[in-house]
């Protein structure tokens, strides 16, 4: 069939799958395995991705979902937030309920009060992205582990990725920009990031789940498909 195919094929599926029932994760369970490892990244983008057609009806038992944007550059103005408008329509398709989509800016309080505001909420799963590269403003995982009254650790397995990936045959030679993206909240888990660095991380917060994806719109997307997706799948019903 092609890309147009496999497109046309993802929406009959999911279609099917509002009406036969089920919780949102079956209903993605029965969407096309868009994260196969064979496939390349660029063709599981395309082929998960879609114009959105009419909204599907969402599923009473679906995850309460928020979306955030972290970074002062799209509180401002001075660039587009693509990534939470391409993850909504990837999750409303899917039979996700959304409440908001928030932009934040690099402050450490403002995340602080805001993820908090979340988690009273009662919010399920929390969805966002920027926050996670080497400098200095890059602050979600050192927020998240506050957040989570938590410390921040160094992940061996994304280090051993990183090593791998890189030709690496000791520590010592690691980047320490390589060694910050690899330093998570020790309560999280780690998720690789196939066409970039910074790894997706989830972090459970007192029953609200926060999956950090990194802010870049193409690692973003391919991270989505290769983990959140599935993710989804597997913890909700």
Not at 79 to 98: E, K
Not at 191 to 202: D, E, F, Q, R, Y
């Amino acid at each position: 069939f092609g890309v147009a195919g496999d497109a046309c094929l993802h929406r009959e599926r999911v279609r099917k799958g509002y009406a036969a029932g089920g919780g949102f994760g079956k209903r993605l369970a029965r969407a096309p395995r868009a994260w196969d490892e064979r496939a390349s990244l660029s063709d599981l983008v395309s082929r998960f991705a879609q114009e959105p057609t009419e909204p599907a009806r969402m599923a009473a038992t679906a995850p309460m979902i928020e979306l955030y944007s972290v970074g002062t550059e799209l509180v401002y103005g001075r660039i587009q937030d693509s990534n939470s408008f391409w993850m909504a329509q990837q999750i409303v398709n899917l039979g996700g309920r959304i409440r908001r989509t928030t932009q934040l800016t690099d402050d450490r309080e403002d995340m602080l009060e805001a993820f908090q505001s979340t988690v009273d909420r009662g919010t399920d799963l929390v969805i966002m992205s920027g926050g996670l590269g080497p400098t200095p403003d890059d602050m979600t995982s050192s927020v998240l582990a506050e957040l989570g009254e938590t410390t921040l650790v160094v992940d061996e397995g994304v280090i051993a990725d990183f090593m791998d990936r890189r030709g690496i045959d000791s520590r010592e030679e690691m980047n320490p920009n390589l060694v910050a993206m690899a330093t998570i909240p020790a309560t999280a888990s780690a998720m690789l990031n196939p066409v970039g660095w910074a790894p997706c991380i989830a972090v459970p917060v007192n029953g609200t789940t926060f999956l950090a994806l990194p802010g870049p719109p193409r690692e973003m997307e391919a991270v989505f498909v290769r983990h959140v997706v599935p993710y989804i799948s597997e913890h909700y019903e």
